[in-house]
């Protein structure tokens, strides 16, 4: 019986540990997306200052 709730337990700290990291991950992502939808502008604007002239 102790094994079954062994197994259990280490289900569950793996089921805990994949949120972690993906956690981690989305909040990484949603950091980075500001950074990117600023380059996007900037590249943008480059372009169309190049029409422009």
């Known amino acids: 019986m102790t094994r079954q709730i062994k197994n259990k337990n280490e289900k569950g700290q793996n089921l805990v540990e994949y949120a972690i990291v993906i956690s981690i991950v989305a909040a990484a992502m949603?950091?980075?997306?500001?950074?990117?939808?600023?380059?996007?502008?900037?590249?943008?604007?480059?372009?169309?200052?190049?029409?422009?002239?």
């Open 30 to 53: 949603v950091a980075m997306s500001t950074y990117v939808f600023r380059s996007v502008q900037a590249t943008q604007q480059v372009i169309q200052k190049g029409f422009t002239d």
